[in-house]
């Protein structure tokens, strides 16, 4: 006990300042207590964040009809109703008749599948022209690849393009 005594009136004079924790000669020191592991990952907060597709802006379409007319024209994206919902509109020509066509547009976004339904088809030449319905996979960010049916119950292989 005398040491110790000795030993905290010499780190006073000396301006020291003793640890919180006092040991004695015949004791040994705490040990540390061990760091918490680190918070796994759940279900509800995934380890990795995942890139969000953005869908809004422009994107060429290509696409040929059954009977081997080429559709060519644009969807564009112009409002985002929640994540993973926008909506649009899109401009078509028939390039076989010349027949401009367009429709709005509802996009659902669910992982890769990327279904745009089509509602409201108006024609230039005031034909009737069945809505389309498109179901697509994301190949890129910036290619959309699937296919349409239409509500007459017709289609055949679709590609959009992001063009802005």
């Not at 005594?5 to 006092?22: E, N, S, W």
């Not at 349409?148 to 055949?156: C, H, I, L, V």
């Amino acid at each position: 006990m005398r040491t110790s005594v000795a030993l905290f009136t010499l780190v006073c004079l000396m301006g020291m300042t003793m640890p919180a924790i006092a040991v004695l000669p015949d004791q040994e020191p705490p040990k540390p207590r061990p760091k918490p592991a680190a918070k796994q990952p759940t279900p509800d907060s995934p380890a990795r964040s995942e890139a969000v597709f953005e869908m809004s802006g422009e994107w060429h379409l290509e696409y040929i009809d059954s009977q081997g007319c080429r559709y060519d024209g644009t969807l564009f994206v112009n409002t985002k109703v929640a994540d993973g919902i926008y909506r649009g509109f899109q401009k078509h020509t028939m390039t076989c008749n010349g027949n401009e066509a367009t429709q709005d547009a509802l996009i659902t976004i669910d992982g890769s599948d990327v279904k745009i339904q089509f509602s409201n088809p108006r024609t230039s030449k005031g034909t009737e022209y069945s809505a389309d319905n498109y179901y697509l996979k994301r190949s890129s960010p910036t290619v959309l690849k699937g296919f349409n049916k239409d509500t007459a119950g017709k289609g055949r292989d679709v590609l959009l393009v992001k063009a802005k």
